[in-house]
């Protein structure tokens, strides 16, 4: 099975430290929107950028584009699969799916997700994040999509037991002004949104922002436009031969945060285990072998 395509945000990620300040200039201008900030002529996107058009022209050569043309027929190409419903994307799958059985091709995709997903994680911004979610003084408020939601709520069940403060928001976005109206400077606020990024999941992001809270934003290889508002974000690869999205590397990405958590708060957590086992021996929840 052939490697995933790299995303331009991906390349310019791992070229970053090479590019001129100019260049690295040219890079920020184009996150913002990204990828439809870089579809604009070649003199728009440098004067957005305030710099000049060869600069331009030069990042796009160490990007690995003969051209401008062939870069922007490749944001193209990104924005088409940011947006495809799963319709699309089951057709696209089916015209090339190889004989093989499902499960070895659904394997290699998802296997390939984790690599390339943790190749690109910078251990410093993972222990960053993992830091601001162990910190006592700092509540966590933690919010997913319609899909994602269900990491939300897997991350919620586990955050909840290893520390105290944590609050899942519920899924009526009505009702979210009054989960902003509890969040305040140095709050935490974990958000799940993977393509077709939603508009509600952006104002919420937005007024949290305004007040102060830290962003930790779990998302897609493309990046959720809420990256913008991301004191950490984590680009997990999510494609599969399938009409779904997969979660699976970003998962993986979240049940290491937790355990991290977990070594760093385990004084407090521990405790907390042993009254929450006390708890469900009152309610006999689980089965009793002896």
């Given at each position: ?127 960053g994040a993992c830091a601001l979610l162990a910190d006592p ?61 939603e508009h509600d999941l952006l104002r919420l992001a937005d007024m949290a922002k305004t007040r ?79």
């Open positions: 099975m052939s490697a995933p395509r790299r995303t331009i945000s991906e390349k310019i990620r791992d070229t970053f430290d090479t590019l001129t300040r100019a260049e690295r200039q040219l890079a920020d201008s184009l996150a913002e929107n990204y990828p439809v900030s870089g579809l604009a002529s070649i003199t728009a996107v440098a004067q957005n950028a305030n710099v000049s058009t060869p600069t331009v022209a030069r990042m796009v050569q160490k990007l690995g584009f003969k051209g401008y043309p062939e870069f922007q027929a490749a944001l193209r190409g990104e924005l088409k699969a940011q947006i495809s419903n799963p319709i699309a994307k089951h057709n696209n799958w089916a015209e090339n799916a190889p004989e093989t059985h499902i499960l070895n091709r659904f394997a290699d995709a998802a296997i390939q997700n984790i690599r390339r997903t943790l190749g690109q994680i910078d251990p410093a911004e993972f222990d003084k700092r509540p966590v408020h933690i919010v997913g999509g319609r899909i994602t939601r269900a990491l939300a709520d897997y991350m919620f069940t586990h955050m909840q037991v290893a520390r105290p403060d944590v609050t899942l928001i519920a899924a009526n976005a009505n009702a979210w002004p009054h989960y902003v109206l509890n969040m305040k400077a140095g709050d935490v606020f974990v958000i799940f949104d993977i393509r077709r990024y102060g809270v830290e962003i930790i934003l779990f998302t897609d290889q493309w990046s959720s436009p809420i990256a913008k508002f991301a004191t950490h974000r984590f680009n997990c690869r999510i494609e599969v031969p399938s009409a779904w999205d997969s979660s699976m590397a970003m998962m993986l990405i979240l049940e290491t945060m937790i355990a991290c958590v977990q070594d760093c708060t385990w004084k407090t957590t521990s405790g907390r285990l042993e009254e929450l086992e006390s708890l469900f021996d009152r309610t006999k929840l689980f089965r009793k072998f002896i």
